[in-house]
């Protein structure tokens, strides 16, 4: 069975520091991009980080500066260290694999549709 599986959230105050882990198992992820979106209580899934199999990364603006996307192939995992939380990124966090390697701008890595497999979400909340 292929899977992502996202660990890492929970309930924490502003300024705090989180770091999130995505595993994949079932399918070998180390070429691929690897991205994290979110989905804020009410509103839409947004991008927030990206990083291709070669490791260039990307980053929305909202978080840029405060978190940090990383990956060990060796051990089928992604992560997001993010600091300096604010309430405004409570949000349920998701990890998401793309089918097969691409080679494309960094603007196709920010799109949920570039990715086929997604991890059932993982719980941050910064209280104020």
């Known amino acids: 069975q292929v899977q992502l599986v996202e660990s890492g959230g929970g309930l924490v105050q502003a300024g705090d520091s989180l770091k999130l882990s995505c595993t994949a198992s079932?399918?070998?992820?180390?070429?691929?991009?690897m991205a994290w979106f979110r989905q804020p209580p009410g509103k839409e899934r947004e991008f927030v980080s990206a990083?291709?199999?070669?490791?260039?990364?990307a980053y929305s603006d909202s978080v840029k500066g405060r978190f940090t996307i990383s990956r060990d192939n060796a051990k089928n995992t992604v992560y997001l260290n993010m600091n300096s939380l604010k309430p405004e990124d409570t949000a349920v966090y998701y990890c998401?694999?793309?089918?097969?390697?691409?080679?494309?701008?960094?603007?196709?890595?920010?799109?949920?549709?570039?990715?086929?497999?997604w991890g059932q979400g993982t719980q941050v909340t910064v209280s104020s």
């Open positions: 990083i291709r199999g070669g490791g260039n990364t």
């Open positions: 998401a694999a793309e089918p097969h390697p691409t080679y494309l701008p960094a603007s196709y890595y920010t799109g949920p549709k570039s990715y086929d497999l």
């Open positions: 079932g399918r070998t992820v180390s070429r691929q991009a």
